[in-house]
């Protein structure tokens, strides 16, 4: 798989739930790349192409759909890492997960996720969310480039 341009990468333990969201995804027009991982150990992993991602092509991810409650290493961890990074810090994480545990909730926003939303057990809701998702932080929101972006106190392009 090519991982040039737009992908998103999904990181989900539950193998029914990553299938019907792949199969969710595939059914939009045009389909979108989705890189699927099985737990927070293959997230970083694979962002930081480390270990069994070492000689994947470069690139980012343009959303990251992460649950919260994985094994090895949970989705707060991982967000915790990815908004640290100065080259994934921009990059929108959308915590996608069936916890509605208030502590999970305001953990997740003050690290920096730009949403969290919780899996409906009926899929066409699941669906439907999935899909506006998918059209918003693709489609609609354009952050900026990750080689535009200057390093913290460098002094700006007009200065």
């Known amino acids: 798989m090519s991982l040039s341009g737009k992908f998103i990468l999904l990181a989900e333990d539950d193998p029914v739930v990553a299938e019907l ?3 969710t995804l595939a059914t939009h027009n045009p389909a979108p790349r989705v890189v699927h991982v099985r737990d927070g150990v293959e997230a970083l992993d694979f962002l930081y192409s480390r270990h069994q991602f070492q000689y994947r092509e470069p690139g980012s991810p343009t959303m990251v759909l992460l649950d919260v409650k994985m094994p090895k290493v949970d989705g707060l961890e991982v967000l915790r890492k990815m908004k640290g ?7 929108p994480v959308i915590m996608l997960t ?57 002094p700006l392009p007009h200065e």
Do not use: C, M
Request: net charge negative.
């Open 21 to 23: 969201v792949l199969h």
């Open 85 to 91: 990074d100065e080259q994934l810090k921009s990059t």
């Open 98 to 154: 069936s916890s509605q545990d208030e502590r999970d909730v305001r953990e997740s926003y003050l690290l920096g996720a730009n949403a969290y939303v919780v899996k409906p057990v009926e899929f066409r809701r699941f669906a439907y969310i999935l899909q506006h998702l998918e059209t918003f932080w693709l489609e609609i929101n354009h952050p900026p480039p990750h080689e535009h972006r200057a390093p913290i106190g460098a």
